[in-house]
């Protein structure tokens, strides 16, 4: 299986001289060759990486560039088109590639060969050919027997470097169990975080206090001289500012998805629910949108390494339906309470929701229903669990 392990790098002054360099000179190929790509005809990926080796000859600077890594610039920009091209295949709208500027373009990657992981004194360094030995904060451990393929090297706007590892272990993923007996739907919102079938409601997250402090860095930036030293201090401390939040938001996605993977044997979660959304002003929206896709993709990746199953259902009307007897109430959002004209049922609009994402999961996997279904045994009283809670404890569980 693959994965991704995120650590930070402790260059020297030296190294980070070294690979803003690097990093300036791969910007300036993606640039070049982006460049051809609109004013030569007959310009393709093949044709242009056989052209590095004469560019080096006029341009002797990239000698001191690895070769491999070269070529992947040239493969990036080819990958970013056909990307572009799929995406406008499949009727999205889409804009066009676009010239590089230096704030822009802030990785680079080895792939296969010219990188290796050292770990001789106690200090683990990451070998790259052409910059050096770079330590390597290593906070979790990479799992045994595993390969490292690739690292990708990034700098964030706060001017700090990353090693984003991309290995590979040699086991195959766990089978999926065909017995299900831990399954779990979960419902997700703007006004609550996660709503699931085992009774819980998971708050959102309160960032108010990093949204204030960001906020403020901003206002200061905004008053300093542009392109004065000050102004560009305080542009660091906004992008400081910036990655807290990320921080902390990323580490409570973690958190929730790896309880909701590890305890369960299925879970089931609905597509960007884009009727409920439009509700909500777009500036609230396109934050849920934003984490809701990471939480998938956290959810995702968690579950195949677990396991355990994880379907996305089609979210038409989950939250209008009733889990017990199917009939469909129409009630406007702020209708949080569910009381079904047909057979009775009454339930948390959210919980109702949670249990038909559940069913809709269940028959997707081909299980049919769960063995109790609401009306039979009353849904579970819902516990509210507070965002800082999972961020602590690691889980929403009681
Ligand atoms: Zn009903």
Redesign the pocket.
């Known amino acids: 299986m693959r994965y991704n392990y995120r650590y930070r790098l402790a260059p020297s002054d030296t190294h980070r001289e070294t690979l803003d360099s690097h990093r300036d000179l791969y910007r300036q190929m993606y640039n070049h060759f982006f460049h051809r790509l609109n004013h030569e005809d007959g310009a393709t990926k093949y044709v242009e990486i056989n052209q590095l080796p004469s560019i080096k000859q006029w341009w002797d600077v990239l000698t001191n560039l690895y070769s491999r890594t070269l070529q992947n610039v040239v493969e990036k920009l080819y990958t970013n088109l056909s990307r572009l091209k799929d995406a406008k295949d499949a009727g999205r709208k889409v804009g066009l590639l676009k010239w590089k500027a230096p704030t822009e373009y802030r990785s680079f990657t080895y792939r296969q060969s010219g990188l290796e992981l050292k770990n001789t004194s106690g200090q683990p360094v990451l070998r790259l050919s052409k910059i050096g030995e770079i330590p390597v904060r290593m906070y979790r451990d990479i799992p045994d027997g595993a390969k490292l393929k690739q690292v990708t090297v990034k700098k964030e706007p706060t001017s700090e470097w990353f090693a984003i590892f991309g290995i590979e272990t040699p086991d195959d993923p766990p089978e999926k169990p065909d017995e299900l007996t831990d399954v779990v739907g979960i419902d997700v919102g703007i006004l609550k975080y996660a709503h699931d079938t085992d009774g819980t409601a998971v708050e959102s997250l309160d960032l108010s206090d990093e949204r204030e402090r960001l906020k403020h860095a901003q206002r200061d930036h905004s008053r300093k001289q542009h392109g004065s030293a000050n102004y560009r201090n305080q542009q660091r401390v906004v992008a400081c500012r910036h990655a807290e939040l990320k921080q902390k938001r990323r580490d409570f996605l973690h958190k929730l998805s790896n309880y909701y993977a590890r305890e369960h044997d299925l879970v089931a979660v609905e597509d960007l629910n884009a009727a409920e959304m439009m509700q909500f002003d777009s500036n609230s929206r396109n934050r849920a949108a934003a984490a809701w896709g990471t939480f998938l993709r956290l959810l995702e990746y968690k579950c195949e390494r677990e396991g355990t199953h994880f379907v996305v259902i089609d979210p038409r009307n989950t939250t209008m339906e009733?889990?017990?007897?199917?009939?469909k109430?129409d009630k406007p959002l702020w209708v949080r309470e569910l009381s079904?004209?047909?057979?009775?049922?009454e339930a948390n609009r959210d919980a109702n929701a949670a249990w038909n994402i559940l069913v809709r999961g269940l028959k997707k996997v081909g299980t049919g229903c769960p063995e109790s279904m609401p009306?039979e045994t009353a849904l579970p009283t819902d516990t509210v669990v507070s965002a800082k809670r999972v961020v602590e404890t690691g889980s929403p569980a009681r």
């Not at 009733?322 to 009939?327: K, L, N, R």
């Not at 079904?340 to 049922?345: E, I, R, T, W, Y």
């Open positions: 009733c889990a017990s007897c199917g009939v109430t079904c004209p047909a057979c009775g049922f009306a």
